[in-house]
C-alpha cells in the first residue's frame, strides 16, 4: 500500500469550505496526499485567491465537480443549492472517485466529508472506501441539532422546529 490518500468535500458555503481546508492541510503536513473536491463554483474563487505559485502543497490537488447550478444561479439560496446538490454531485463524485482510482498509484484511502453531504458516505461505502463526516461548526451546535428528536419529544419544539415552550434546556448533566 502507499500513500495515504484522503478525498475532502466540504458543503459549498461560507463557514464549510475553509475549516475543511484547514484539515486538509494539516493532514498534508503529515506526508498525506489530499484531493479536495470543491463546487466548480468554489474551485474558481479558490484557484482565483491563490494569486501566486506554491500556494498548493504538492500532496495537495486541488480538483471541481458541478453542482447543478448554472454559473449566473444564485448560490445563498442554500434551499435551491442543496436541492440541485442531491440531484447532480453524487453520480459526479463517484465517477471522480472512481476516475482516480483507475489512474492513481495512492488510491483513495478515506474520505471526508461535511456532515451537510452525508450522501458522500454511502458513495464512500459503495466503494469501500472509508469515511468519516466533518462538522465544520461549534460542537454546541451538533449538540442541539442532534438533540432536535428529543426536544420535539419534550414539547420544547414541534416537528417544524418553531418553539413552543420558551424555557433554558440542558444536553446534558454536565453542559
Known amino acids: 500500500m502507499g500513500i495515504p490518500h484522503v478525498l475532502a468535500i466540504p458543503y ?16 498534508v503536513k503529515s506526508s498525506i496526499k489530499v484531493t479536495f473536491v470543491n463546487t466548480e463554483f ?5 484557484i482565483e485567491s491563490l494569486s501566486g505559485e506554491g500556494n498548493v502543497p504538492d500532496m495537495m490537488h486541488l480538483v471541481s465537480i458541478p453542482d447543478g447550478l448554472e454559473s449566473w444561479e444564485d448560490r445563498n439560496d442554500l434551499g435551491k443549492l442543496t ?43 459503495k466503494m469501500g472506501v472509508k469515511a468519516v ?10 449538540a ?17 422546529e418553531s418553539v ?5 434546556v ?4 454536565t453542559i
Open 42 to 46: 468554489d474551485h474558481k474563487r479558490v
Open 133 to 142: 463526516a466533518f462538522w465544520p461548526a461549534a460542537a454546541a451546535v451538533l
Open 144 to 160: 442541539l441539532e442532534l438533540n432536535i428528536p428529543k426536544f420535539i419529544d419534550d414539547g420544547i419544539i414541534d416537528s417544524s
Open 12 to 27: 459549498p458555503a461560507q463557514g464549510h469550505v475553509l475549516p475543511l481546508m484547514e484539515l486538509a492541510l494539516c493532514l
Open 83 to 125: 436541492k440541485t446538490i442531491f440531484r447532480v454531485m453524487p453520480a459526479k463524485l463517484e465517477a471522480l472517485m472512481e476516475k482516480i482510482n483507475e489512474s492513481e498509484t495512492e488510491k483513495i484511502t478515506c474520505l471526508i466529508t461535511d456532515e451537510s453531504m452525508g450522501w458522500a458516505l454511502e458513495i464512500a461505502k
Open 164 to 168: 413552543l415552550k420558551k424555557q433554558m
Open 170 to 173: 440542558q444536553l446534558s448533566p
